[in-house]
């Protein structure tokens, strides 16, 4: 749309928080307002949420300010603004949980005057503390051209904004309303723009197959054809993922949180790995760190052998044999000597392939778990708090196989926060819990202080089979009351209409 303001102003009077049901009469006319001081204390109710007459002030200020271009409006409006985030900070140091955060897009019409603000305030006034911002998602950085020195395009390619910085304006603005900022950024999932190099190309996850990521997701065989991963043993997507991650980290934000810490997930037979060839270990630099973790000559050629053929012979024993006599047995990480010094036989053949199958799928994952630890460390060092976000059953053995994403969470860094996606859907609050208990079991007697579960939905109302937010929140509280933070995907799921309005407007 090309008038933003318009259907801004025509939404507003609609509703300035639609998820508690907040309508919005003639106070919003412009100029119609009282003058803060005039006003009663800000009052919050059980979920920190602010009333109805609270919110419809601080939007009719918000307009006088921005497009009235009141001096007093704005005045009055920052120190409403202030008075909220007072009353915010008092509600949620009182109530469960402490930190209640949201998962939040931007786009580049939030630049437009007031816009930004307008947001903030209405997750402000839902009674959230901590906004999850992207930063980094779908091939796109949240930088401004003019500082953007990653292989990545900016968010906002408008003439004329190549210097506005959305994430610095963001975090810059949810401070003075009580929100602390964490810059949400994809992991491991690139985006189709990084398959426009041919030299970043390379730097894709390949299976067994002779599939990149990006061939496999167009060829159908993903759940998300929009999603392009590399192979996490790659040192140029590692140095690319740095750049980043570090330029994001100028902005400030109190934290970073990465997502996607995973390879794909496929689609029907796809879904499960249950052959070498299923996993993304063919790309170079993943095979050659495969091939080093042979501790003799033996063991690098069968290694060698199996995932170049999918598995072993029982020729392939003897001709090994032959090749590098000098070596009693084949070796490599993990692999014990037999402590009998029996020589390798077709007898044993079962249980190499079965050895080498772990060795290949525990490289998988190491790879995963040592490109989210080296990325959390550097967000560390620019005194950054980190946190991984996952599938609960994202590391499950499923039959003879493995999930196709191999998300094994439970070796992620417990100096990180751990968000579990917990968006079960049963129509109930069963599935949601069993995935939060999953998690706090293998999290141990600390992970009160670091499980923070995600949940999905929106206030006052069930969602797509989902409860509502109020029910789950009841829910997780009674069964699991140790937990004290959460959020809530996402934003705009809480104000549809105003997020397509931001989201297919033209800035100006």
């Given at each position: 749309?090309?008038?933003?303001?318009?259907?801004?102003?025509?939404?507003?009077?609609l509703?300035?928080?639609?998820?508690?049901?907040?309508?919005?009469?003639?106070?919003?006319?412009?100029?119609?307002?009282?003058?803060?001081?005039?006003?009663?204390?800000?009052?919050?109710n059980?979920?920190?949420?602010?009333?109805?007459?609270?919110?419809?002030?601080k939007e009719?200020?918000?307009?006088?300010?921005f497009e009235?271009?009141?001096?007093?409006?704005?005045?009055?409006?920052?120190?409403?603004?202030?008075?909220?985030?007072?009353?915010?900070?008092?509600?949620?140091?009182?109530?469960?949980?402490?930190?209640?955060?949201?998962?939040?897009?931007?786009?580049?019409?939030?630049?437009?005057?007031?816009?930004?603000?307008?947001?903030?305030?209405?997750?402000?006034?839902?009674?959230?503390?901590?906004?999850?911002?992207?930063?980094?998602?779908?091939?796109?950085?949240?930088?401004?051209?003019?500082?953007?020195p990653?292989?990545?395009?900016?968010?906002?390619?408008?003439a004329?904004?190549?210097?506005?910085?959305?994430?610095?304006?963001?975090?810059?603005?949810?401070?003075?309303?009580?929100?602390?900022?964490?810059?949400?950024v994809?992991t491991?999932?690139?985006?189709?723009?990084?398959?426009?190099?041919?030299?970043?190309?390379?730097?894709?996850?390949?299976?067994?197959?002779?599939?990149?990521?990006?061939?496999?997701?167009?060829?159908?065989?993903?759940?998300?054809?929009?999603?392009?991963?590399?192979?996490?043993?790659?040192?140029?997507?590692?140095?690319?993922?740095?750049?980043?991650?570090?330029?994001?980290?100028?902005?400030?934000?109190?934290?970073?949180?990465?997502?996607?810490?995973r390879?794909?997930?496929?689609?029907?037979?796809?879904?499960?790995?249950?052959?070498?060839?299923?996993?993304?270990?063919?790309?170079?630099?993943?095979?050659?760190?495969?091939?080093?973790?042979?501790t003799?000559?033996?063991?690098l050629?069968?290694?060698?052998?199996?995932?170049?053929?999918?598995?072993?012979?029982?020729?392939?024993?003897?001709?090994?044999?032959?090749?590098?006599?000098?070596?009693?047995?084949?070796?490599?990480?993990?692999?014990?000597?037999?402590?009998?010094?029996?020589?390798?036989?077709?007898?044993?053949?079962?249980?190499?392939?079965?050895?080498?199958?772990?060795?290949?799928?525990?490289?998988?994952?190491?790879?995963?778990?040592?490109?989210?630890?080296?990325?959390?460390?550097?967000?560390?060092?620019?005194?950054?708090?980190?946190?991984?976000?996952?599938?609960?059953?994202?590391?499950?053995?499923?039959?003879?196989?493995?999930?196709?994403?191999?998300q094994?969470?439970?070796?992620?860094?417990?100096?990180?926060?751990?968000?579990?996606?917990?968006?079960?859907?049963?129509?109930?609050?069963?599935?949601?819990?069993?995935?939060?208990?999953?998690?706090?079991?293998?999290?141990?007697?600390?992970?009160?202080?670091f499980?923070?579960?995600?949940?999905?939905?929106?206030?006052?109302?069930?969602?797509?089979?989902?409860?509502?937010?109020e029910n789950?929140?009841?829910?997780?509280?009674?069964?699991?009351?140790?937990?004290?933070?959460?959020?809530?995907?996402?934003?705009?799921?809480?104000?549809?209409?105003?997020?397509?309005?931001?989201?297919?407007?033209?800035?100006?």
């Amino acid at each position: 749309m090309k008038n933003l303001q318009l259907l801004f102003w025509l939404q507003l009077r609609l509703a300035i928080v639609p998820a508690v049901g907040l309508v919005v009469g003639s106070l919003l006319a412009l100029g119609a307002w009282l003058p803060a001081r005039a006003q009663a204390a800000i009052e919050l109710n059980r979920h920190c949420q602010i009333s109805q007459a609270d919110a419809s002030r601080k939007e009719a200020l918000r307009r006088a300010a921005f497009e009235g271009n009141s001096p007093q409006a704005k005045g009055e409006y920052e120190a409403l603004v202030a008075e909220h985030a007072r009353a915010l900070s008092q509600c949620r140091a009182s109530t469960w949980p402490p930190e209640q955060a949201i998962w939040l897009r931007l786009y580049a019409c939030d630049l437009q005057p007031g816009i930004l603000e307008a947001v903030l305030d209405r997750i402000a006034n839902l009674g959230y503390n901590q906004v999850y911002t992207e930063a980094f998602y779908s091939g796109m950085v949240l930088l401004p051209q003019a500082d953007n020195p990653t292989v990545w395009p900016s968010v906002v390619q408008t003439a004329g904004y190549e210097r506005r910085d959305l994430l610095a304006e963001a975090i810059a603005k949810a401070s003075p309303r009580g929100l602390d900022t964490y810059a949400w950024v994809f992991t491991l999932n690139f985006g189709y723009t990084y398959t426009l190099s041919d030299q970043q190309r390379r730097s894709l996850a390949i299976n067994g197959q002779g599939q990149d990521s990006y061939t496999f997701a167009t060829n159908g065989f993903s759940s998300n054809a929009q999603e392009v991963f590399v192979d996490p043993y790659s040192l140029e997507a590692q140095q690319n993922f740095q750049v980043a991650l570090a330029k994001i980290a100028e902005r400030r934000p109190q934290g970073i949180l990465f997502d996607y810490v995973r390879y794909p997930r496929g689609t029907g037979s796809y879904s499960v790995a249950s052959n070498v060839s299923d996993l993304w270990i063919y790309g170079d630099a993943s095979r050659n760190v495969l091939l080093q973790r042979a501790t003799n000559a033996q063991g690098l050629e069968l290694i060698r052998r199996y995932i170049s053929r999918g598995g072993l012979l029982s020729s392939d024993l003897e001709e090994v044999r032959q090749l590098y006599p000098n070596d009693s047995e084949p070796l490599w990480q993990s692999r014990l000597p037999s402590s009998n010094g029996e020589v390798a036989s077709a007898a044993s053949l079962p249980q190499l392939q079965n050895d080498l199958w772990r060795l290949t799928v525990a490289h998988a994952v190491q790879g995963v778990v040592d490109f989210l630890t080296q990325s959390g460390q550097l967000a560390q060092q620019q005194g950054m708090r980190t946190g991984a976000v996952f599938f609960p059953r994202g590391n499950q053995a499923v039959g003879d196989g493995f999930d196709s994403r191999l998300q094994y969470w439970d070796r992620f860094p417990t100096w990180m926060s751990w968000h579990p996606m917990a968006y079960g859907v049963c129509g109930h609050t069963g599935c949601i819990l069993d995935d939060i208990r999953r998690v706090m079991a293998a999290a141990g007697p600390q992970g009160s202080q670091f499980v923070k579960p995600a949940i999905a939905g929106t206030w006052g109302q069930s969602m797509r089979n989902r409860p509502s937010l109020e029910n789950q929140m009841q829910a997780i509280h009674q069964a699991i009351p140790e937990i004290n933070s959460v959020s809530h995907f996402a934003y705009s799921w809480q104000d549809p209409e105003f997020d397509r309005s931001r989201k297919f407007c033209e800035l100006q």
